[in-house]
């Protein structure tokens, strides 16, 4: 053989693409998606033939799993023994079946997901119900063919009594396809299946009123009456499936919950091993003790709470956080006539009587032949019983026993078979009583053989047979539903209390962006000053908040965005230390920078608002409501145009005055209510009309007319003004002048542009900061009460080069 004829030119691409296809369709026809006639994967179809025609049935003895693994792997599945001895486990595990189709003895595994033992020690048989789906088997009601080596025949899918596929359901993936239908109860099947026999075009609203949804083996409450739907419409939908819980009321006012019920697939230890953790971690508090208490008499899994505990909110953490509540997803995917397809309810039951039909109509075909061959040799023997003394002359008169039968044939008018049963015929049968019970037998075999051909020939009363061996196996193999179904799904809500212990505590913000939680405890034992909180070296704390760790903090940056931090999430420190950079806690971009936090308890509050100001002298109202929110990255707080930033936010009741101050001296007073309440993301009105080189710089809230207005600038000059100088205007004028700055060359200068103000009525503690970073503390008590327009007095010594850049209120 020459080289060209051994070697041929391919290419990789061709080659992969033609051989992973043939590997696709292997596994997709016969391994991983059960079949829409029987509800059976390949492996599943072998092991029950392979035990059917070994004779292991619920009549004999149980029979080591190994002889049937062997049989199984040596005559149709060239596979490993592991995975048919697995298929095998999981039809004899009554947490995964409907109704188990291998009666399994010995150690067949736990819902604990304990292993079975190995096949050698475990025996097996078949389960009662498993013997209907191969019932008839041996009619010719099904298709056989080859095995892998020509050896033996197997059926190409098995007749099944009833539905399988949506009683026992499965599970499985293949390459591009996967299946996950669930069980189903078995009435509810078989009615549902014979309303649809009676009414081919039933719909499926009416189809769910036999088959209500999914019956798991592990009970459990299904929820979801839309996803039921979706799936029994398309083939794909999801429902969830919440343990069967109780909370019961002990002595000394504790509660316990118990769990009676977990959800199907669900592994309970480890369940019990995941609520374990939240107990240790303490993930939520009030839970005393976990314990798993099942036995004999059924699942029970005890979570023991400590007293006054809220055992409603902690059951809703289990629901919400383990796998005490699980989503289930249909994908109800078979394969029908070699190919996989997503089905409804509706075409799953009519694949299913279609079998059906082929199943009876071969069997009752099967019968009639046997009928019909039977029929013929009592005709034969009644003739001849009737003829008996010319028939025994002519069988005497033969030469040997072919002749007798070619004489019997050509004498009489017998059939070959005929000629033969009569050849065959013992000599006890010539008894009057014998004469008399073949006759009878006759006529019962041509009644039968009429009523077989009538079944042929009527789909009316096909039907009806198929229909009354359904209802045969729905009286004899039915249990009760075990799974409830609840319409709604519930919504889990967590109350923070569960979760969190309620405590008062204290938050500190530096001006470099230090955060910190302190406990009360550390704040008292390093002596209860306000003033001495622990900070970087050259850093300062500019808010002390008193908070509680069910509160939350409204983070409000500069470029109009606010993140929703709460208390509990911020980490603890000892008073004495710093604490953690904000940009730890929050994902703040380094271009951003924090200018207020508020602290919320509630956002439900009636008539609390939410101001923002500009730099540029924008003012936007905003219902607090509007800022609930579970995302923990940016939101937006504001909206910002290019070249401004927001300088203040308050939570406001809607009822004040706002007072703003500008760079230049300018000031306005208007009422809170002239700013509108608007959306979230809107930029908000005018405030007040600023030239083109100034800037707001402070935003003052104010009421009737006690106290007064301290201004600051640059160079250290400021002054008290009465706020009632400062008279009521329409927001978006110019305002009026709020500081005389001093000009000229021999005139000392007071400072050019303002960088604090305040609403002062007890005197405030500042400290100015340096462009050099000096600090400078001061008093607002230092600054004399003059008119509107006066220069000021020097009250923290700057000097020219070195400017203030901004002032900070001391926390007391």
């Known amino acids: 053989m020459s080289l060209p004829e051994q070697f041929l030119p391919a290419f990789l691409e061709e080659v992969v693409g033609d051989r992973f296809g043939r ?26 033939y392979a035990m059917y025609d070994s004779h292991n049935t619920p009549d004999k003895p149980y029979r080591k799993s190994a002889k049937t693994v062997g049989d199984v792997m040596g005559n149709y599945h060239p596979h490993g023994d592991s995975s048919i001895y697995d298929g095998m486990v999981r039809m004899a595990q ?127 409450i299904i929820m979801g009456g839309e996803g039921i739907l979706d799936a029994y419409r398309t083939g794909k939908g999801r429902i969830y499936i919440r343990s069967k819980t109780d909370i019961e009321n002990l002595r000394g006012g504790k509660q316990q919950i118990v769990i009676t019920e977990i959800p199907y697939q669900v592994v309970k230890s480890r369940l019990v091993t995941a609520m374990e953790t939240i107990r240790l971690e303490k993930k939520v508090e009030g839970i005393a003790e976990v314990r798993d208490e099942s036995g004999r008499e059924g699942l029970r899994i005890v979570v023991e709470l400590k007293k006054d505990a809220d055992a409603q909110g902690i059951l809703a953490y289990l629901f919400k956080k383990t796998d005490l509540q699980v989503t289930y997803n249909f994908n109800m995917v078979a394969i029908v006539n070699k190919a996989p397809h997503q089905l409804g309810l509706k075409p799953i039951l009519e694949a299913y009587i279609a079998h059906q039909r082929e199943v009876v109509t071969y069997r009752t075909k099967y019968d009639l032949e046997k009928a019909e061959d039977r029929a013929h040799v009592l005709e034969g023997l009644v003739k001849a019983l009737n003829i008996l003394d010319e028939v025994i002359a002519a069988i005497k008169a033969s030469k040997n026993r072919q002749d007798a039968q070619n004489n019997l044939e050509w004498m009489f008018g017998f059939s070959e078979r005929q000629a033969d049963s009569i050849l065959t015929l013992q000599l006890y049968r010539l008894t009057n009583l014998e004469i008399t019970t073949l006759q009878k037998e006759l006529d019962e075999i041509q009644k039968k053989v009429k009523e077989l051909r009538s079944i042929l020939e009527s789909d009316r009363k096909l039907i009806s047979i198929i229909r009354k061996e359904l209802k045969e196996i729905r009286d004899k193999y039915g249990i009760d539903r075990r799974s409830a179904i609840q319409e709604q799904v519930e919504e889990l809500k967590v109350n923070l209390e569960v979760l969190v212990n309620s405590e008062d505590v204290l938050v500190t913000l530096s001006n470099d962006g230090y955060i ?8 008292t034992r390093s002596g209860a000053e306000r003033t001495s909180s622990g900070v970087k070296e050259g850093d300062l704390i500019t808010s002390i908040l008193d908070v509680n760790t069910l509160d939350n903090l409204l983070v409000f940056t500069q470029r109009g965005q606010y993140f929703l931090l709460p208390v509990h999430q911020i980490p603890e420190f000892k008073w004495k230390e710093p604490g953690t950079a904000i940009v730890n806690v929050i ?226």
């Open 587 to 812: 994902p703040l971009s380094k271009e951003d920078k924090v200018i207020s936090v508020i602290p919320v308890r509630n956002f439900e509050q009636e008539g609390t608002s939410l101001v923002f100001v500009t730099k540029r002298g924008q003012v936007k109202r905003t219902e607090l409501k509007e800022y609930a929110t579970k995302r923990s990255s940016a939101v937006a707080a504001c909206k910002v145009a290019a070249g401004d930033e927001i300088i203040q936010v308050q939570l406001s009741t809607g009822n004040r005055h706002i007072l703003l101050v500008t760079k230049n001296g300018m000031s306005i007073r208007f009422l809170e209510s002239e700013v509108n309440s608007m959306g979230r993301v809107s930029g908000g009105v005018k405030g007040i009309q600023l030239k083109d080189d100034d800037e707001v710089i402070a935003a003052l809230w104010v009421d009737e007319d006690e106290g007064e207005i301290f201004t600051i600038t640059e160079l250290g000059y400021g002054k008290r003004s009465l706020l009632l100088d400062y008279p009521l205007q329409t927001r978006g004028g110019k305002g009026v002048i709020t500081f005389e700055f001093k000009e000229g060359k021999r005139v000392r200068s007071n400072g050019t542009r303002i960088v604090g103000a305040y609403h002062v009525k007890e005197p405030k503690s500042l400290l100015a900061w340096t462009e050099q970073g000096k600090t400078l503390p001061f008093s607002t008590e230092s600054a004399p009460i003059s008119d509107k327009k006066s220069v000021g007095k020097s009250i923290a010594g700057a000097d020219k080069t070195d400017l203030i850049v901004k002032i900070l209120q001391l926390s007391e």
């Open 23 to 48: 590997y696709s369709k292997y596994i997709i026809q016969d391994r991983a998606i059960p079949d829409v006639r029987d509800g059976l994967k390949p492996v599943q179809r072998r092991i029950l």
């Open 516 to 523: 910190k939680r302190t406990s009360m405890l550390s704040f």
């Open 94 to 220: 009554p947490w995964k079946m409907g109704h188990v189709l291998v009666d399994g003895h010995g150690n067949w595994g736990s819902q604990d997901d304990d292993p079975a033992a190995a096949m050698r020690y475990t025996e097996a048989r078949l389960s009662p119900i498993a013997m209907e789906i191969l019932r008839d088997i041996e009619k010719r009601t099904v298709l056989f063919k080859d095995n892998f080596d020509n050896t033996a025949k197997e059926p190409v899918v098995l007749p099944s009594r009833y539905p399988n596929l949506l009683v026992n359901g499965a599970s499985g993936i293949s390459s591009g396809f996967a299946t996950e239908i669930p069980t189903h109860n078995l009435r509810e099947v078989i009615d549902a299946c014979i309303a649809v026999m009676e009414k081919p075009s039933i719909e499926l609203d009416e189809i769910m009123t036999f088959i209500k949804g999914p019956d798991f083996p592990t009970g459990g």
